[in-house]
């Protein structure tokens, strides 16, 4: 089975567990958005956003906690990957699927190719992109120099190649002469030599490369396990053994880390290759599902809150955290122009925080309701070339970053300080601010329910 009918199927799986148990706890109006196939690069995460048109592209700045729309038309785009600053994804505006990239540091979209046939998700690594493409009636490896900008063909035998990655020079991915029999191989760019890495009895898919060590979801044993190659002692090894399925691996440096199946739902459970020892991440009343790690960042989609969202979890501080959603406009706001809102001045006292934002756009800002403990709806109006001053619900103390967001999606991060200290420190009343333009359209079904052709 391939990766993206794999994930096709899981994300289908799930949406009929969310729409029980949505209505189950009366949640079902509250599903606005749903966020699928997260990946990490650093400090920036990308992933899938539904909307009412289908997914687009959106991403978040963990660092900054800046979140930022990549693609905003009105076609599909799925399966985002990163690399650097450049982000790829699968795209269908062209009628056909087609890969397209965007530069996050010149932020300057640009295609890769503009016609595949039931592609499989893209990765990349440096300035290689590899896909796979059924352009020649089976599926095959392809990819795509972003320096010299050409694309060059890797496999052409009569064989399927499926859920491939990429490092350094080295390309792995599951392949299979005849349905369900897959096995694992790989190829180096330098030499162009294909090399087999696990020909066993079973399915070998979904592998995944670090360095020399290659990690895989493999069912010899009746059920779905982890096991791992090291290219550089030509070395196969297994990691987990238990008899629910793990699967879906991910790595970088020495962990490991997978979906199992071992408690009543889907966690996600970690191994370390330097003390051969596991661990589990996470222990929800949800399914924590599509975890990827860079650095000592976990991040995956979770079903916890009843709909889709991503979360993420630093290794390094055993801290869990949450990625702002972004918010869906009304349908009839057809004002595609970037808002500019900055906080004026705020104050905090006894625990109240007032607020004085300035529109300084052309247009009125379009606001809607108020929801403390979580990012805020502004729910006054801002006419245009003016200002206003609320009082934020609830209780707040010196530190607590508060995050204010538009009707259109425009984001408001800043840091509280109290009112003794500021005037203590004669700081200035400009906090930072973190303003997005124009995301819309975003969000506005329960659920995606993946109808068009060749998505599963």
């Not at 799986?13 to 599903?31: A, H």
């Not at 020079?169 to 897959?182: L, Q, R």
């Not at 200290?421 to 400009?430: G, I, L, N, V």
């Not at 359209?441 to 998505?455: F, I, S």
Request: aromatic residues 12%; contains cysteine; glycine residues 6%.
């Amino acid at each position: 089975m391939s990766e993206k009918m794999r994930c096709g199927l899981t994300i289908l799986l799930l949406l009929i567990i969310i729409s029980v148990s949505s209505i189950n706890r009366g949640l079902s109006e509250s599903l606005t958005t749903e966020q699928w196939c997260p990946a990490i690069f650093e400090d920036i995460i990308v992933w899938q956003n539904s909307t009412d048109k289908g997914p687009e592209i959106c991403g978040f700045n963990i660092s900054t906690k800046e979140g930022f729309l990549i693609t905003r038309d009105d076609y599909y785009q799925e399966y985002p990957t990163i690399y650097g600053d450049i982000v790829i994804w699968l795209d269908y505006r062209t009628g056909n699927y087609s890969l397209y990239g965007y530069d996050l540091a010149l932020g300057n979209e640009f295609p890769i190719t503009t016609h595949i046939s039931e592609p499989e998700p893209p990765k990349i690594y440096e300035d290689i992109v590899v896909w796979i493409d059924k352009k020649n009636e089976n599926y095959d490896i392809f990819g795509y120099d972003l320096f010299s900008e050409e694309e060059f063909q890797i496999t052409s035998d009569d064989k399927n190649q499926m859920a491939l990655d990429i490092y350094n020079t080295i390309i792995v991915w599951s392949e299979c002469a005849v349905e369900d029999d897959f096995d694992i191989y790989g190829y180096n760019l330098k030499t162009k030599e294909k090399f087999p890495i696990c020909i066993h009895d079973g399915n070998q898919e979904m592998p995944v490369i670090y360095k020399d060590i290659v990690i895989w979801m493999d069912n010899r044993n009746g059920n779905w396990d982890i096991y791992g190659f090291d290219l550089s002692r030509n070395k196969e090894f297994q990691i987990t053994t238990h008899k629910e399925d793990q699967q879906w691996p991910d790595i970088y440096n020495d962990i490991v880390i997978w979906m199992d199946s071992r408690n009543e739902n889907i966690d996600l459970y970690g191994y370390d290759l330097s003390n051969n020892k596991e661990f589990q991440i996470t222990n929800s009343s949800g399914h924590e599902m599509q975890p990827s790690i860079h650095g000592s960042i976990i991040v995956w989609t979770d079903t916890r809150e009843g709909a889709w969202k991503v979360y993420g979890y630093d290794l390094s501080t055993d801290e869990e955290f949450t990625i702002p959603s972004p918010i869906a406009p009304s349908e009839d706001v057809e004002d595609l122009d970037a808002e500019f809102v900055v906080i004026d001045d705020y104050f905090l006292q006894d625990g109240k925080v007032n607020v004085c934002i300035v529109n300084e756009g052309p247009d009125e800002v379009m606001i809607e309701t108020e929801i403390y403990d979580s990012p805020i709806l502004l729910n006054e109006p801002i006419k245009k070339n003016a200002q206003t001053r609320f009082e934020l619900k609830g209780e707040y103390v010196s530190g607590d970053e508060v995050t204010l967001i538009t009707e259109k999606g425009t984001i408001i991060n800043f840091e509280l300080t109290d009112l003794k200290e500021r005037t203590a420190s004669q700081e200035s009343p400009w906090v930072s601010i973190i303003v997005i333009s124009g995301i819309i359209t975003l969000g506005l079904m329960l659920v995606y329910l993946l109808k068009k052709k060749g998505t599963i």
